[in-house]
């Protein structure tokens, strides 16, 4: 099997097949062995509730939580965790398919479980919802491989994010615009993050939440205009 790096996935001339998708509902400590023969296909799972923990024979562990997608290698063999939040279910979407070039040789973009993608937006959730309904009613073979591409251009396609705002560049636009913002979900979405790996990477970058941040800039502008001006 050739391994692709993901990056280099928009310059290769690859095709999909036997793909199949489901959503799905685990409960609580959960677990789905793959220790023996090894997953069968390639495998995309968006996390929508809860948290999935992915270990191997060899030590590795990948831990996804909601709005994360984990890429699953074809013959990667591992134990799957399902872990709920106090006790309830763990909601996911998974997407499998086989992967080739235009030989027809076997693809595969690691040989190991990565995390893909963290708090990922409303229209990657939308993709994986749409494959699902499609493989599980009446949805063609084409319309569902059209989703796929669709899928894999958001997740894969290198310098996809280069026109969304970095976080420093976000703490430069707070510092300007503090007074119009509309919700923290406008600024991730400007940063081309979800809302929930926007809050993380803020809190990680500048120390604190972005609501905070938001508000000491705005005491901080409402003290210098006190001692600048005669307003009260």
């Known amino acids: 099997m050739i391994v692709i790096d993901p990056g280099h996935l928009s310059g290769v001339d690859f095709n999909i097949s036997s793909v199949t998708a489901i959503s799905r509902v685990q409960k609580d400590g959960a677990r789905l062995v793959y220790a023996d023969m090894g997953r069968p296909d390639h495998g995309l799972c968006l996390v929508t509730g809860g948290s999935i923990v992915y270990t191997d024979g060899e030590g590795g562990s990948v831990a996804?939580?909601?709005?994360?997608?984990?890429?699953?290698?074809?013959?990667?063999?591992?134990?799957?965790?399902?872990?709920?939040?106090?006790?309830?279910?763990?909601?996911?979407?998974?997407v499998n398919f086989v992967l080739t070039d235009e030989a027809g040789r076997a693809l595969a973009l690691s040989d190991d479980i990565f995390r893909l993608a963290e708090g990922v937006d409303n229209?990657?959730?939308?993709?994986?919802?749409?494959?699902?309904?499609?493989?599980?009613?009446?949805?063609?073979i084409m319309e569902i491989k059209t989703l796929v591409f669709d899928l894999m251009n958001r997740l894969f396609t290198v310098g996809a994010e280069d026109s969304a705002l970095t976080i420093e560049a976000c703490v430069s636009y707070i510092n300007t615009h503090y007074a119009d913002i509309d919700g923290i979900a406008a600024l991730a979405e400007l940063c081309g993050l979800g809302e929930t790996a926007f809050r993380r990477r803020f809190r990680e970058h500048v120390g604190m939440s972005p609501v905070h941040y938001i508000n000491a800039v705005k005491v901080e502008r409402a003290c210098r205009m006190l001692r600048s001006s005669e307003m009260t």
């Open 123 to 140: 229209g990657v959730r939308d993709l994986f919802l749409r494959i699902a309904a499609c493989c599980r009613g009446t949805g063609s």
């Open 64 to 94: 996804a939580s909601e709005g994360d997608v984990v890429y699953l290698p074809r013959g990667k063999r591992y134990v799957a965790i399902f872990e709920g939040e106090s006790g309830g279910d763990v909601t996911d979407v998974l």
